[in-house]
């Protein structure tokens, strides 16, 4: 089986920082893309940021570039969000998702999600 939990978040100030980590483990082969999406009243369930660790390809939401850094440490199975300059806007449940190959023989790609950290950014 395959574990995915994240950790980091709380309460921030607008304008101060906050770093999110997710860990994947337990039966992995490969993983193809982690990715932080995050949850807000009304707005649903929006991608913020993704990472392909093979190919080193980062994307992120239009409302984060400049402010929000994605990035993994592929032998740990981990990947952090580096949040900056936070905005109330930036509130809400965020979730960490990662696509894997569990076995090398077996070419089947699964996605896993964590269980949500709450990202809270208020005075």
């Known amino acids: 089986q395959v574990q995915v939990v994240e950790s980091g978040g709380g309460l921030a100030q607008p304008g101060g920082s906050l770093t999110l980590s997710c860990v994947a483990s337990?039966?992995?082969?490969?993983?193809?893309?982690m990715s932080w999406y995050r949850q807000t009243p009304g707005k649903g369930r929006e991608m913020v940021a993704d990472?392909?660790?093979?190919?080193?390809?980062?994307n992120y939401a239009e409302s984060v570039k400049g402010r929000f850094t994605i990035s993994t440490d592929g032998a740990e199975n981990t990947v952090s969000l580096q949040m900056n300059s936070l905005e109330p806007e930036d509130t809400g449940v965020y979730y960490c998702?990662?696509?894997?190959?569990?076995?090398?023989?077996?070419?089947?790609?699964?996605?896993?999600w964590g269980q949500g950290t709450q990202v809270t950014v208020s005075s």
């Open positions: 990472i392909f660790p093979t190919m080193h390809m980062t």
């Open positions: 337990g039966t992995i082969y490969s993983i193809k893309r």
């Open positions: 998702n990662v696509l894997l190959q569990k076995l090398e023989d077996v070419i089947q790609i699964e996605d896993y």
